[in-house]
């Protein structure tokens, strides 16, 4: 585009009459293709880039700025939301450890109200024990006496037996035939007699 304007501008350089419009004419032609026109530099071309990025961006801005500004909002509400989310997360962090705290505390509550139970129980078990003791004891006395009744009882039993017995012996051993008659019949005269 701008090697066109340069051209225009030679040509109508070209076509004014006067010698002062040649020395000007010839003087930006030597230096064009001295300088602007050099192999691989080219300088319109990078004029023609500069002029087309200018144009492309005069058209574009609007749409492109309304995209950005409406990306940029999506981008402010996400990292509010964020925010939020991590003030929220903290606030949960905070109640886990006030938590966690707590749970400490309750820890050692819960163990020494349970150490106060072992003990209370503990103490209810050997009383219970020592209850169960004296019963038993109890019991074993009351046993050992009535043992100790049963065993005089036979004893006593066993005494009479043996005395009866033994009485009985020497009885028969002293009575004889004689004795025996004689005892037959005061017996049946204690009675009143045979009719």
Known sequence: MFALFLKL??????????????GVLARISQFWNDYLNYPGFELWKFINL????????YFLKKPLSEAFKAKREEIRAELIKAEEAKKAAIAKLTEIEAKLAGADAEKAAILREAREEIEA??????AQA???????KAQ??????????????QLRRFAVEE?????EEKLRARVDQETDSKLISSGIHAIGGIN
Not at 121 to 126: C, G, I, S, Y
Not at 141 to 148: F, K, N, S, V
Not at 163 to 167: D, K, Q
């Open 130 to 136: 020592e209850a169960e003791i004296g019963k038993l």
């Open 121 to 126: 129980e503990k103490a209810r078990l050997v």
């Open 50 to 57: 500069a002029i087309f990025v200018l144009l492309i961006t």
């Open 163 to 167: 005395s009866i017995r033994r009485a």
């Open 9 to 22: 501008a030679t040509f109508a350089a070209a076509a004014s009459p006067g010698q002062a419009g040649d």
């Open 140 to 153: 074993a006395a009351g046993e050992a006496i009535r043992i100790g009744q049963v065993a005089r009882l």
